[in-house]
């Protein structure tokens, strides 16, 4: 995969908020939400969308320090003749575009063309503009999974929905009697973490829809990170804590993860040390490394962007 001029910032929380609303856009920034999701697709309704481009871009002119947090748009589907309309947005070099309804990685070079000739034109930085496709929503897309590896250095992370990909394959709902996803979207939620970490880049998990539900939400960003998820996405300013909270290493695992490298580094010719009892091998060690690299990059972001809310 080519190289980004910056390394990508991470991030562990993404909130939604419709670009048509200033003061919901203000209560965005005011939250500790690592990014913004200036949303011109679901949450904005198609009388007012020119007027949310509009009212987007000015945002993003408005507020050129993002060392706090970043910036991002949501745009339409790439095959609808919003999309392009959409991407006046670009003009005020958000941190990333979202994109909605991919097929694949075609989908992302596509848009990445796009993006280097609105940077080209406009004096923005090349390769600045970041990419995250939702990475689910159609059937097709659910066979493309693997195809992301190397398909742009502006793709940031994936993530996955089950809403669209329900409505596409027909279904009266996504979730099983007992409540969890029926087993296609589970499929689509596993598949979306694989394809991310194939791909060398952040995988976000969904929204939880019950803004209220905060114990249920918990659980469901602490499954999440169980799993190898890295960040959620946020519908409501309320869930931006407890996401944080929930893909942030802890002291105790990152003193666990500490004595993990320790002990690896004083017996370097083994393949596999005791601790505490446990057998440790080589997916340990990664496992640790791996874990207290994102602490340094989330600490680095934190110290960069310190209290200043723009």
Not at 23 to 35: P, Q, T, V
Not at 59 to 76: A, C, E, F, G, H
Not at 280 to 294: F, G, I, S, V, Y
Request: overall charge negative.
């Amino acid at each position: 995969m080519n190289q980004l001029p910056d390394p990508i910032r991470p991030v562990r929380s993404f909130l939604f908020v419709p670009a048509d609303s200033e003061r919901k856009m203000a209560k965005g920034a005011d939250s500790a939400a690592d990014a913004l999701i200036l949303d011109l697709e679901d949450s904005v309704a198609p009388s007012r969308t020119q007027i949310a481009r509009g009212m987007a871009l000015d945002y993003l002119r408005s507020r050129p320090d993002r060392s706090r947090q970043q910036l991002w748009v949501r745009i339409n589907p790439l095959e609808t003749e919003s999309a392009l309309q959409d991407l006046v947005t670009a003009q005020g070099a958000p941190d990333g575009i979202v994109l909605p309804k991919v097929r694949g990685a075609a989908d992302v070079v596509r848009l990445s063309h796009y993006l280097e000739a609105i940077e080209v034109r406009d004096g923005i930085a090349k390769g600045s503009i970041r990419i995250m496709p939702v990475a689910t929503e159609t059937p097709q897309a659910l066979f493309t999974l693997g195809s992301y590896e190397g398909c742009s250095s502006r793709l940031a992370a994936l993530t996955w929905g089950a809403e669209d990909i329900a409505a596409a394959l027909g279904a009266s709902t996504n979730r099983a009697q007992d409540g969890e996803y029926d087993t296609i979207y589970q499929l689509a939620c596993s598949l979306c973490l694989a394809g991310a970490h194939a791909a060398g880049v952040q995988p976000i998990d969904t929204i939880w829809a019950d803004f209220k539900d905060d114990p249920g939400l918990r659980r469901d960003a602490q499954r999440a990170r169980q799993r190898g998820f890295t960040g959620k996405i946020a519908i409501h300013p309320g869930q931006v804590d407890t996401i944080n909270a929930a893909f942030t290493p802890s002291d105790e695992e990152l003193a666990h993860a500490r004595r993990v490298v320790e002990i690896f580094e004083s017996n370097p010719g083994l393949g596999t040390v005791g601790l505490d009892g446990k057998m440790l091998d080589m997916p340990h060690l990664k496992q640790a490394q791996r874990l207290l690299a994102l602490a340094q990059r989330f600490a680095a972001s934190t110290a960069e962007g310190g209290s200043d809310r723009s």
